[in-house]
């Protein structure tokens, strides 16, 4: 008997399923179609046709859903993925992003795809063409690096390297290289962060640009999104420059400015809760604040807002929403005339 009604009850439940499924239909906006206004100019093919396959559907105005996504209420959450990424990123619209920025857009790039936090991976499960080769990600690193600007216009000290310049060896005795540079607390400029991998650069303060170098360890704990706490003997290197436009209106690097140091040793820098500051001026790179007490009463006080979220640092895990986090955080900062704002370049 009860076998029986069973039977009878399926087509009903079916049924029922089969009338919702289609009500939903009703209940799905398609993503707004926008014209293509700037698409990449000066990226290489073999680039522009792997974003093109695998970043496309989401991060431009030229999506190609399959009719699986285009099905209510997987199409809610494939539209909503969209609206976001071409918030962040379009390449359909990517004449409205500086040169530094699109040049810093293609280190997030690497960064993603190498971390395998893109195509997402809801996205590539269902996508599977979309995933990216280990050639690919290679062909994408390579462009990324081709981007980074040969570092001419850092200081002297840096650019002096006895084993990069052989032919100046022997003007370079003890002598006459010119004595490292020390901040207070102890830490020494570091010319060695031109070895370092770049791993972001931002234009939003002050018609500056500004570069961040990572070095091993730090971008090793990027990659393993291991930086609750960021490990001992990580260090970021930020090296700010003024903006300089080229007659072809290409904004490049011009004078600069200052280079900046976080590193991390929780048993050192106890009193900057396990972060050491530096930050060296100008040409001369000469070191910020006249007793170590500097960077408890100002670097901290900013990069200390950000200690749950990211370990203190504010361009670094190439966050992405970095950008509205610095723009608000800015924004506050000249509301309430904090005196510290101009500490920050
Ligand atoms: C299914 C949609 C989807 C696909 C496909 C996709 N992305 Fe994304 N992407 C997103 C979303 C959504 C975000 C924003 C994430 C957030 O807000 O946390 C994002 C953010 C990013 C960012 C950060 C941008 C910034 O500057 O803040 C980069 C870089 C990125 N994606 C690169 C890629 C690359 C490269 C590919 C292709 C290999 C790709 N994405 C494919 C949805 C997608
Ligand atoms: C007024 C707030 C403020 C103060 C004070 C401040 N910073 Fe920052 N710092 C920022 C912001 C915002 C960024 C990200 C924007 C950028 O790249 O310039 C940043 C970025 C950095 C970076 C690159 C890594 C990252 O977090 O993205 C380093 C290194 C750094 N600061 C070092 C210092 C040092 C050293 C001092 C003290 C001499 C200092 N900062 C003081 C706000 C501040």
Redesign the pocket.
Known sequence: MKHVKQIRLLPIVLLCILVGFIALQFFNAPIEQRPVTGPMKNVPKEVTRILERSCYDCHSNAQHLTFLDKLAPISWIVNKDIRRAQEVMNFSEWDKLSDAEQKGKFYAIFNMVRAERMPLPSYAMTHPGAKLSANEIETIKQFALSLSEKDSFIPAHTTISPMETGRNVETLTTSTQPEVPVSPNGISYNADFKNWKVI?M?T??DNSI?V?YGNDIAVKAIQEENFHPWPNGSA???AVFKQAKKANGEIVPGDFVNM???VKDGKEYTETEGWG???FNGQELKP?GKTAL??QQ??I???RQLAESTGY????PPKVNSRKL?EQ?LKT?QNEK?P??T??Q
């Not at 640092?313 to 670094?316: A, D, I, K, R």
């Open positions: 972001g931002s939003l303060i500004r961040i970021v290197a930020k900046q140091y976080m500051f530096a930050k910020t500097f960077a100002s670097c006080s900013c990069h640092l504010f361009n670094v610095i955080y900062a904090n510290i704002y500490s920050i």
